[in-house]
């Protein structure tokens, strides 16, 4: 721990009312809770900035605000966002003051000034395939939102972003032009444990229905070694690549282990992510019900194992897309929240996990950092 003492880790929780946060030393035994900030906003996702040390929310109501002070206090910051449900903000890590924001209806918005002004993005409107993008997809509760945004920490100008229901998009001019990412994926795949349900007037059945799902990309992880080397999670399973998303790799833990939301990726490339079918769940769209656990994927998905020592064994739950997290120590921490208000930890990469916070709302956002 040396040079590190003076450091502090800090869990970032967004919820459907608010956002928590949650603060430790490097050693991450005792942690002290703040919050609720932001009340009455449903806050989908936090992003911290280390260059400028603001902290950014994402919010479903009514857009981005900004924190100069770790979030003990708020501004509103949405000033040229004519659509007002954000869910993701991404920090450019090369341009001080550049920011991203991805919105509902498939909007991507840029600031220079940290936030202080938005403008549209509207080159995205000629990506390829943007008419094929629908407004939803069918049994998603989503529909169209630009719901991602990740940078390469390496290559200045190349981003990735997500567009529910129509996979990962990358960029290498800042935005200029976009270049979807689909070689190696399923355009579809089985639904598994998926319970009868006769349709409505004689119509299609629920199982039948979803007898296939849609590929629907949920979240991205780029490797903090190589940023070349990403890894994927969708409805149709785990993926990685090795060439900035050129082809993908099925890397799935097992066929009826594949559907999950959150992934996360630590330093040593080892691969976290939380099934979103476990136990008895028999329900679209998605959860836990019964043991809840998470599976790591070391050599970047090469080797899986289900790892449960602390976590609960009768929940019913989900891990959502933002609500899964690492941080950059040594050994790493491991943070997720689910939507029944609980965050889990684990210092160990995993092997343990303990409870750090309960009886918060629905939880849609984890963010981890490290601060002075």
């Given at each position: 721990m ?6 502090r880790?800090?869990?970032?929780v ?10 430790s ?5 005792e ?5 609720p900030y ?12 280390v260059?400028?040390?603001s902290l ?5 109501t009514e857009?981005?605000f900004?924190?100069?002070d770790?979030?003990?206090a ?11 449900k954000?869910w993701?903000?991404?920090v ?7 920011l991203?924001?991805g919105?509902?209806?498939?909007h991507l918005?840029r ?5 202080a002004s938005?403008v549209?993005v509207?080159s995205?409107y ?5 008419m094929?993008?629908?407004?939803d ?11 991602t ?7 200045e100008g190349r981003?990735?972003?997500i ?10 001019d800042d935005?200029?032009s976009?270049k979807p990412?689909?070689?190696?994926l ?7 444990n998926?319970r009868?349900?006769a349709g409505?007037?004689?119509g ?9 799902v849609?590929?629907?990309?949920h979240?991205?992880a780029?490797s903090?070694?190589?940023p070349?080397?990403?890894y ?5 399973g785990?993926?990685?690549?090795q060439?900035?998303?050129e082809?993908?790799?099925d890397?799935?833990?097992d066929?009826e282990?594949r559907?999950?939301?959150?992934i ?5 490339d080892t691969v976290y ?7 008895i769940?028999?329900e679209?769209n ?7 656990k998470?599976?790591?994927g070391?050599r970047?998905?090469?080797v899986?194992e289900?790892l ?9 739950t989900?891990?959502l897309r933002?609500?899964?997290?690492s ?8 943070y997720?929240?689910t ?10 990469g995993g092997?343990?996990?303990r409870?750090?916070l309960?009886g918060?709302?629905r939880?849609?956002?984890v963010?981890?950092?490290v601060?002075?």
């Amino acid at each position: 721990m040396k040079g590190l003492s003076h450091k502090r880790v800090v869990i970032g929780v967004a919820t459907v009312d608010g956002c928590y946060f949650l603060e430790s030393d490097v050693g991450r035994g005792e942690w002290v809770r703040r919050g609720p900030y932001l009340s009455g906003e449903s806050v989908n996702s936090l992003r911290y900035d280390v260059h400028s040390g603001s902290l950014y929310a994402a919010t479903l109501t009514e857009g981005v605000f900004v924190s100069r002070d770790l979030g003990g206090a708020w501004k509103l910051s949405s000033r040229g966002l004519h659509v007002r449900k954000a869910w993701t903000i991404g920090v450019d890590p090369h341009k001080e003051g550049r920011l991203y924001v991805g919105t509902q209806y498939g909007h991507l918005f840029r600031s220079d000034d940290s936030g202080a002004s938005w403008v549209e993005v509207t080159s995205l409107y000629d990506a390829p395939h943007r008419m094929e993008w629908g407004v939803d997809w069918g049994m998603g509760t989503l529909g169209l939102a630009i719901h991602t945004v990740k940078f390469d920490h390496e290559r200045e100008g190349r981003f990735y972003i997500i567009a529910s229901g129509n996979g990962v998009y990358r960029t290498d001019d800042d935005g200029e032009s976009w270049k979807p990412l689909r070689s190696g994926l399923l355009e579809g795949c089985q639904a598994f444990n998926q319970r009868s349900q006769a349709g409505a007037g004689g119509g299609e059945s629920l199982e039948t229905h979803l007898r296939t799902v849609h590929k629907c990309a949920h979240k991205i992880a780029l490797s903090g070694r190589d940023p070349s080397r990403l890894y994927q999670q969708n409805h149709c399973g785990v993926y990685s690549s090795q060439n900035s998303g050129e082809a993908w790799y099925d890397r799935s833990p097992d066929d009826e282990h594949r559907h999950g939301f959150g992934i996360t990726v630590t330093d040593d490339d080892t691969v976290y992510t939380v099934p979103a079918y476990q136990g008895i769940c028999g329900e679209h769209n998605s959860c836990v019900r019964g043991e809840l656990k998470v599976y790591r994927g070391r050599r970047g998905g090469g080797v899986w194992e289900a790892l449960g020592a602390g976590l609960p064994r009768s929940v019913h739950t989900c891990v959502l897309r933002d609500a899964l997290s690492s941080d950059s120590l040594e050994p790493p921490g491991v943070y997720f929240g689910t939507t029944s208000g609980e965050v889990f930890a684990s210092v160990d990469g995993g092997d343990s996990w303990r409870r750090l916070l309960g009886g918060v709302s629905r939880i849609q956002g984890v963010e981890s950092f490290v601060v002075d």
